[in-house]
């Protein structure tokens, strides 16, 4: 009797751990939903995230608080998010340099880009740009290959950090141009710009969210835009494509993940609140004044852009050879 006894206690028990993650789930979310972000504060991506943020706190009725995990070209915060809790209070933004750049360019992080998220959508994204200041000598493309010919050893160009998109987007136009450009990696491209305004850099790979301001100022100069077609906050600017250099393709793109193996309702609810916020007007007036494109998609899309960003930057990296700072 006491064998049996304790058999129907552990019947009960199991029979009521689906209900219990049921409940979960249905009364999801009840507390606060921490949201990981891989920049410092004021940077495009912590923009989108505080936005994104704000809009799950108003729209699912509780806090949602950003944190910023910055360093070792975004592994820091999303190394967190994989291994947090899959409950769907700690999401994450990715980006094309920690899901797509990264796993080529360190591939002993302790996370798979793959195996250990769940992607729940795309959220946003910018062009790429190749940018110089104002007075400097070359003021065309064509004109900054020619300087750098002349110049052998003397062009360098800034990022936002060693293995980011816009770090890969520099080598990937040295490779399809032939610009002679060494690598100055900075913590985020607000640490560039005293560089680049002071003559000490003289390229700088930026997004029109960071450097925007400046070209309408007309302190930097932006020579050619990584994609396809014009970017429409700074439609002066010719794109690699007009120039002859189609293959110089590099926007930044900007995503919501969680860790791998959320309950499909939580994902469901995540990826239908995200949706209908990035479709709010105020939301594409914020982005759009930063120079962002709205890109939204389902979770098995995002989860195949991811993969295809992974084997396009593969061989950039390799050709690149580039390696992780220790």
Known sequence: ???????????????????AAQDDSATYPSRQITLITVTAPGAALDAVARTIGAGLQEQMGQPVVVINRVGAGGNIGVGELARSKPDGYTIGMVTGGTHGVNPSFNPSTQFDAIKDFQPITLAAELNCILNVREDFPAKTLQELI???KANPGKLSYGSAGVGTGLHMTGELAKMKTGLDMVHVPYPGVAKSLPDLLGGQLQVLMANPADVGNLIRDGRLRGLAVA???????LPDIPTFTELGFPDVLGTTWFGVAAPAGLPAPILDRLHREIHILMKKTQTKDRLDKLGMNILLNQPDEFLALIKSEIAKWAPIVAAAKASQPK
């Open 1 to 19: 009797m006491r064998a049996a006894g304790i058999a129907f206690a552990l019947g009960i028990l199991a029979s009521a751990l689906p209900a």
């Open 146 to 148: 020619g300087w750098a």
């Open 227 to 233: 994609s396809k077609v014009r970017e429409p906050t």
